[in-house]
């Protein structure tokens, strides 16, 4: 398959794509980053995009590609709603509108949080907010759709958070993280990862996964 991932700089993206580099479902990954990622593959194609509220100029790099994962997303710390919403739900329009217009056969997953409200009412702002973003992408009309409501993430390897707060949280963690891999609602950046490429064949009811989907989507091989 071949696929397109966002928010690769970041923690949940670079799981995402580390596990589609080392994957033999996966034959070709483009990245769309605001800036460069600073890694080579012979998988990996890397597409530098600026404005991500318009995708509509580069929609045709996305012909041919059976999935995208769209991992990229911002803390609803200090942001107004509108702001938010800017960050969340326009964005995510934006590149669903780009990748249904290149191929709506597309499996499109949108990386969410667990407690997000899909009756876009409750009194929790970020959670309306994505709610309000699931929704719109269940409802684009793709060949498929997931939702991946992410909780706890333990990350593996070289891939760590860009936020220096989280990273210092996970510092701190790191002693905890043998028994926090026992929790089932708790995910590691493997799984993740293969989660993500194995819902491109899952064609499963279940659209929104929450963290202990996400570890059972990641044993389906």
């Known amino acids: 398959m071949k696929v397109i991932i966002t928010g690769s700089t970041g923690m949940v993206g670079r799981s995402t794509l580390n596990e589609c580099l080392v994957n033999d479902k996966v034959k070709e990954v483009l990245v769309v980053n605001r800036r460069e990622l600073g890694i080579s593959h012979p998988k990996l194609k890397e597409l530098i995009h600026s404005d991500f509220t318009d995708f509509s100029k580069i929609a045709d790099e996305f012909s041919g590609f059976d999935a995208c994962f769209h991992c990229m997303g911002v803390t609803s710390v200090g942001k107004s709603e509108a702001e938010f919403t800017t960050f969340t739900f326009d964005i995510t329009k934006s590149l669903a509108d780009a990748c249904h217009s290149a191929n709506p056969e597309m499996v499109f997953n949108y990386v969410s949080g667990t407690g997000t409200d899909s009756s876009e009412q ?43 707060w989280y990273k210092y949280i996970y510092i701190l963690m790191k002693p905890l993280n043998p028994l926090l891999k026992k929790i089932k609602s708790v995910t590691t950046s493997s799984k993740f990862g293969k989660a993500m490429i194995n819902s491109v064949s899952a064609n499963q009811d279940l659209k929104h996964l929450e963290g202990v989907d996400i570890n059972q989507l990641a044993g389906n091989d």
């Open 122 to 164: 409750g009194e929790t702002m970020w959670a309306r907010v994505k709610g309000k973003t699931e929704n719109y992408v269940l409802n684009k009309g793709f060949k498929d759709a997931y939702m991946f409501r992410l909780g706890a993430l333990i990350p593996e390897g070289e891939v760590s958070s860009g936020a220096s």
